[in-house]
């Protein structure tokens, strides 16, 4: 890999951090509603949508959702 190369790579995953960091900020600012469960799982009300573990959302897995809160990752 050249320096120009390395240097367009390294942009690139600064730029697609600062994006995630921006839509993690975003969700952030969503907040979780309320969460509700039965014997299928749990699904939680994050502004006006609901989500439910497994989704994709702004960029971010969901891994978890219970009574305690919404777990993501970013989806890669």
Do not use: C
């Not at 952030?28 to 949508?49: E, T």
């Amino acid at each position: 890999m050249t320096a120009t190369e390395t240097q367009a790579a390294t942009e690139t995953e600064t730029q697609r951090k600062a994006e995630l960091q921006k839509a993690l900020a975003d969700l952030r600012s969503k907040r979780v509603r309320f969460v509700i469960g039965n014997k299928h799982g749990a699904a939680a009300m994050l502004g006006n949508q609901w989500i439910r573990a497994g989704e994709i959302v702004s960029g971010f897995r969901v891994i978890k959702v219970d009574q305690s809160g919404v777990e993501l990752q970013p989806a890669e």
